[in-house]
């Protein structure tokens, strides 16, 4: 038979203590390395998708810029295209005038000068 004095018996439990402690610190430290790691990857992959939505940020804002001078174009050529219009108007009602006011006619047809100012 084998006799285990007290202070033996203490440093076994002491040393059970010790092992269960470090048991328990060595799974944390691999729960925490894998947390790391899922935190990680998720942290690349919310990069990735800040990165990707601040290039359609950038081409989206492009596209408004582009949209915005091509509006202004067809503003710009509407007004010309009406300006235009307006001085063949006021030509063909001179025209019409001058005919009417010397009542010639050169023409076998009734020349209409009925026109409206367009705006």
């Known amino acids: 038979m084998v006799f285990i004095s007290v202070?033996?018996?203490?440093?076994?439990?002491a040393n059970q203590k010790l092992q269960l402690a470090h048991d328990r610190l060595v799974k944390d430290?691999?729960?925490l390395k894998h947390d790391e790691a899922d935190k990680s990857?998720?942290?690349t992959e919310l990069t990735a998708q800040f990165d990707r939505r601040e290039q359609a940020r950038q081409d989206l804002q492009g596209?408004?810029?582009?949209?915005?001078?091509?509006l202004q174009t067809l503003h710009n050529l509407r007004k010309l295209f009406v300006q235009d219009l307006q001085a063949k108007v006021k030509k063909v009602r001179?025209?019409?005038d001058y005919y009417s006011l010397t009542n010639h006619?050169?023409?076998s047809f009734e020349l209409d000068c009925t026109f409206n100012s367009v705006t």
């Open 7 to 13: 202070s033996a018996a203490c440093y076994f439990s």
């Open 29 to 31: 430290n691999e729960r």
């Open 41 to 43: 990857s998720r942290l």
């Open 63 to 70: 596209l408004e810029d582009t949209v915005a001078r091509e």
């Open 94 to 96: 001179t025209f019409c």
């Open 105 to 107: 006619v050169y023409w």
